[in-house]
């Protein structure tokens, strides 16, 4: 045991230090050669890894440190993003368990589905996060983080609904003959077969849904203009990158960052929920 | 025959598989009496299966009628009188052995207590200790088909329909769990019909053998096996037993049955 975490802890060290050498080889050669395609490169364009490290410790216009402040304005879009996973997830499960149980449904309803994604999710957060703010719920408008998980949910469900869909279907036809055998009804064989079926599927969707979600958080904020978040931090650096590039790099990173946690609490769950033969996990 | 003594009774049964086309079953009658063995044999495509999945109400016949336990096989299905086995193992990778064999109990409303109860029985009645927590991936393949027995079983159904349980095993699995099954017979006093390629495993098996003919589907002969009960590893050596194995043979080819099933040779040796 101890071992194998060893072993992984090495792995992940030298794909880091293998990242790390491409950029500053890639930021070396191209500064040497003068090369100017597909951009020219200097400390503006790809400061060095180490020196993005470094501005972590110098202050913001807020007072805090980069590092503080961008752990805060993380939080608040983890905040959103979580909660528009969350419920993304739930409605695209419900949606697929309901379009998979009603034929008529899924063929009168899927093409909106699939042409609600076709939407740009830039056209289309402006609008929800402006009509949410005229909802008065308990006389006052959804807080802002409510309006932005709204748009987080909205990349979220889709893979979900999708993935739950060809997940139910997956069942066994053998294992369903024998749900009949036992003179199952329908929602037995819902909670006892098809849905387990499912669960692989249904985490391959989450994984892609837990990254989109991080995404349209942050999209949404920018265009909600909330500044308090990972979107607005971005926007903010992105006007003063000339004078401070490595603040947007670090920004990014915080953003890879949380996506990347994301992603491994939905391995994680995974882990715990889905047992299956190690082969078979989709 | 009185029709009370009859667990399945099946007259002037046809199915026709879409409209006008494949004729898989045509004009059988069978009656499976209380306590029987039952093989069902036959070159591919005769239709066992299906003959099978119409006794358990799985698909409707075109033609004829089929009771169980004196009802209609759809009533049957409803009240639980039979339990099934498949080819395949058919095990629910996200429950633990245990699991799975109730699975039947969960779907009939039993309490915890009791599922555990029977599960505990049925686990040592397939020979499984310690092996209640395992994921069937965890387990061999003959191992997974004794699991898939146990479900069966788990309900005492009256009924319990076979189709090729032991196809995919190798032989010595295959006999070792051909004597299992015969103890469970024998403990459980249920009503077997068994679906097999083997003639060997069918005479060995059984107190009747229904031979089948193809296109159309037919009942051919039936060989009853007469071998003394309980059987054991010394009754395949039996001169009765090549005897009825034989003649099962010599049904099948009368019926045109050109596949040899891999055992023959084997018989053909040590005969
Ligand atoms: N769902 C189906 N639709 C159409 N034809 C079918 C269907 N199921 C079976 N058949 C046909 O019915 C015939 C009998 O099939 P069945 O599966 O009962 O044969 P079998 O005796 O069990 O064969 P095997 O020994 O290979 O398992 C075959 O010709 C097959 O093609
Ligand atoms: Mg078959």
Known sequence: ?282 | MSVSTSVVSINGLSKVFGKGGVTALQGIDLEVERGEFVSLIGPSGCGKSTLLRIVGDIIAPTEGEVAVNGKPARKARLDRDYGIVFQAPVLYDWRTVAKNIALPLEMLGWNRAKRAARVRDMVELVELGGFEKHHPWQLSGGMQQRVSIARALSFSPALLLMDEPFGALDEMTRERLNLELLRIWAETGSTVIFVTHSISEAVFLSTRVVVMSPRPGRVASIVPVDLPQPRTAATREQPRFFELVTRVRESLHAVGADEVEETLATEDELA
């Not at chain 1, 752990?71 to 993003?81: D, G, P, Q």
Request: proline share 5%; charged share 15%; no cysteine.
């Open chain 1, 1 to 282: 045991m101890a071992a194998r975490v060893g072993k992984r802890v090495v792995t992940f060290l030298l794909v880091l230090g293998g990242l790390w050498a491409l950029w500053e080889g890639y930021k070396w050669l191209w500064e040497r050669t003068a090369w100017s395609k597909p951009f020219r490169v200097d400390d503006l364009t790809l400061p060095h890894a180490h020196a993005i490290l470094l501005q972590l410790g110098e202050s913001t216009s807020t007072g805090d440190d980069l590092w503080l402040f961008l752990i805060r304005a993380a939080l608040f879009t983890a905040k959103s993003a979580a909660v528009g996973f969350a419920f993304g997830a739930v409605v695209g499960f419900f949606l697929g368990v309901v379009l998979v149980q009603f034929d008529v449904l899924r063929r009168g309803i899927m093409p909106y589905v699939v042409a609600s994604q076709t939407i740009p999710i830039l056209a289309l957060a402006p609008i929800v996060v402006r009509g949410l703010g005229s909802v008065s719920i308990g006389g006052s408008p959804p807080p802002d983080w409510v309006r932005v998980s709204v748009i987080a949910s909205y990349l979220t469900f889709f893979p979900v609904t999708v993935n739950t869909i060809r997940g139910l279907r997956s069942a066994d036809p053998w294992a369903l003959e024998l749900m009949h055998s036992y003179a199952a009804r329908g929602w037995t064989v819902l909670w006892k077969l098809r849905v387990p079926s499912a669960l692989p599927y249904i985490f391959t969707a989450l994984k892609i849904a837990a990254t989109a979600s991080v995404v349209g958080a942050i999209i949404g904020e920018q265009t909600a203009s909330i500044s308090n978040g990972l979107g607005g931090a971005i926007l903010n650096f992105n006007q003063y990158y000339v004078l401070e590039p490595k603040n947007l790099w670090a920004t990014n990173f915080y953003a890879a960052l949380l996506g990347i946690g994301f992603f491994l609490v939905v391995l994680l769950a995974e882990k715990v929920v889905v047992h299956r033969a190690p082969e078979r996990l989709v």
